[in-house]
């Protein structure tokens, strides 16, 4: 790795010595063993060969033992190498046993005498018993070790984040969790030509497929868009198809799954900017201190690994940069070309989600003549285009099945449900619905609106209004959150006020200027306050109570006070507006 960051941290290690090398080593060890510990300089332990220790199960045996060496000199010498096998052997004739032995030191290996002959005293530890493995690492090797772990943590990070997602939206609906995995696909083909306008071209006509399973594809090209109106369920889809590559082994590809509305537009700036918003959206958690590494770092430290192992043709990983309609960066031809740019540079498939709406107002206008597409664009540089369509009567019923054949659901509910079932097997929900339960999302709100109070005539608006008001009063009375929310001051229900609040947050995504109206996907909790008033008189002026009570959601996280909040879908903030 040859980037400016990781050159900064071989110099900072390559220049600490003694107790100041070992301090940096526990900080980076314990990506890979948390709660390595730094032993007492001289207590008992150090005159055990024992500079960092992790303890194992029961305090019986150690789970990592190091031996640090932070050299002064830049050439090592023959007493280098005498102080070195003396260390290890005072492991060797202690009492204490682990399963990882590490010697480390602060110098490349330069001299092979030394790296040899430590070599050959540290493999002495296994066939004595002490250890089952032990290694020797140089400070490439320490650096090469650190950036694997920095790798291993970002994926795992991504991972959880994605769990958590698709979760929380699961969790959302009262009626089940509940998937149609076969739903209706077609597939185009996106042509872009230098000096031509972008060509979509028929492939294969709709038919019922496993979105998760098209994603994930290999003989797809490299580039593909998943597109079709909102709540037709195409991040459901991309959270099911990370998730299901993170369990199965046998799959060679990581998604890293990122939310376009989180990406701050100022900062997408070429490739390693795109990277720095996909890692940033992702939420990524650390122990700041039990590592000694805060977020920063760790983004500052990941992004050139995964640019490095990006652009690789054999890179094992799809990118899947969803909702690319909630960031205002992505409404223009010219943020559509920026972004084409840093995708034509990597060498993994890259997946892009959007409405059908954002596709036609900026890939079917999509012009590459002019001069700010880079030299990197092909030219010719053809897409898979995959298109979500609205359900038939057999999806409907697919999912109705699925969730009669819950056992959690209580006798009242299921009647209702077979009742619902019926008028659509007979083609009767129309009367009552329209054309809502084709509709994926709509549909969850029926079924949570009939499971509730049985069948009942609803638009849109009614919909969104009665199972946002059932949500509320869920949180409050199911998790016994209404005791500790004061009384509205208008004598209202607790439920009108924080609809009240709702509204006012929606509002405070409203900007214009010179006679331009703007709205946004995300807010600044900072200041809320001021904008909320009295709204915020219910949960004691606490901005973080709404989201506990609230279809609102926190989406981005820069300290305890410094966060964004979104609507959980985004139809919900146009429904307040």
Not at 346 to 371: A, K, M, N, Q, Y
Not at 377 to 386: G, V, W
Request: with cysteine.
């Amino acid at each position: 790795m040859k980037s400016a960051v990781w050159k900064e941290v071989k110099g900072i290690l390559g220049h600490k010595t003694r107790y100041d090398f070992e301090r940096e080593v526990v900080h980076l060890l314990s990506l890979r063993w948390p709660g390595l510990i730094q032993a007492a300089s001289l207590k008992h332990f150090d005159r055990q060969g024992i500079d960092l220790l992790a303890w194992g199960e029961g305090g019986k045996a150690f789970r990592c033992v190091v031996q640090c060496k932070g050299f002064e000199a830049m050439d090592l010498s023959p007493a280098h190498l005498t102080d070195a096998q003396a260390s290890v052997r005072k492991f060797k004739e202690s009492p204490y046993h682990t399963d990882t032995y590490l010697f480390i030191y602060n110098r490349e290996c330069r001299t092979q005498i030394f790296h040899q002959e430590v070599a050959k005293s540290v493999a002495e530890l296994v066939h004595s018993g002490r250890c089952t493995t032990a290694e020797v690492w140089d400070l490439d090797q320490l650096v090469r070790e650190h950036q694997v772990d920095i790798l291993r943590v970002v994926e795992e990070g991504i991972h959880e984040n994605s769990r958590q997602m698709l979760e929380r939206l699961s969790g959302m609906f009262d009626v089940g969790s509940a998937i149609v995995t076969r739903v209706p696909l077609s597939q185009k083909r996106l042509e872009l030509r230098r000096g031509e306008k972008a060509q979509v071209i028929l492939e294969a006509e709709t038919e019922d497929c496993c979105v998760g399973d098209v994603l994930t594809d290999p003989r797809n090209r490299r580039w593909s868009i998943l597109l079709g109106e909102f709540g037709t369920g195409k991040t459901t889809a991309a959270l099911h198809a990370a998730l299901r590559e993170a369990r199965e082994a046998t799959f060679a590809k990581h998604i890293i799954y990122a939310e376009a509305r989180l990406f701050d537009p100022g900062r997408l700036t070429g490739l390693h900017g795109l990277l720095g918003q996909i890692l940033h959206s992702s939420r990524l958690t650390l122990d700041v201190e039990a590592s000694g590494l805060d977020h920063d770092v760790l983004l500052r430290r990941a992004v050139p690994l995964l640019k490095d192992a990006l652009v690789r043709k054999d890179a094992p990983y799809i990118l899947v940069i969803d909702g690319l309609d909630e960031n205002r960066a992505f409404s223009t031809t010219r943020g559509m070309v920026d972004l084409n740019n840093c995708l034509v540079e990597l060498g993994c498939p890259s997946v892009l989600i959007t409405r059908r709406e954002h596709f036609v107002s900026t890939f079917e206008t999509f012009d590459i003549s002019w001069g700010a597409v880079g030299q990197k664009c092909h030219s010719s540089r053809p897409a898979t285009l995959f298109e979500l369509h609205r359900w038939s009567c057999g999806h409907v019923l697919a999912l109705l099945d699925l969730i009669l054949a819950a056992p959690r659901l209580d006798t009242d509910r299921i009647i209702r449900l077979r009742e619902f079932r019926r008028l659509v097997a007979e083609g009767e929900a129309a009367a009552f619905y329209a054309d809502l339960p084709t509709h994926p999302l709509f549909l969850r709100f029926i079924l949570d609106d009939v499971s509730a109070d049985g069948i009942r005539t609803a638009d849109r608006s009614q919909l969104l209004e009665r199972w946002v008001r059932r949500k509320i009063e869920r949180e409050l009375c199911e998790k016994g959150r209404d005791v500790q929310l004061a009384a509205p001051a208008d004598a209202g229900s607790v439920v009108e006020a924080l609809m009240a609040a709702m509204e006012a947050v929606a509002a405070a995504m409203i900007s214009g200027a010179a006679g331009a109206v703007t709205t946004s996907e995300t807010l600044p909790v900072q200041g809320l306050q001021d904008r909320l008033g009295r709204h915020l008189d219910i949960v004691r002026g606490d901005v973080t109570a709404l989201l506990l009570n609230t279809i609102l959601v926190p989406v981005e996280f820069r300290g305890p006070v410094r966060f964004k909040i979104a609507f959980a879908f985004m139809i919900f903030r146009d429904f307040f507006l």
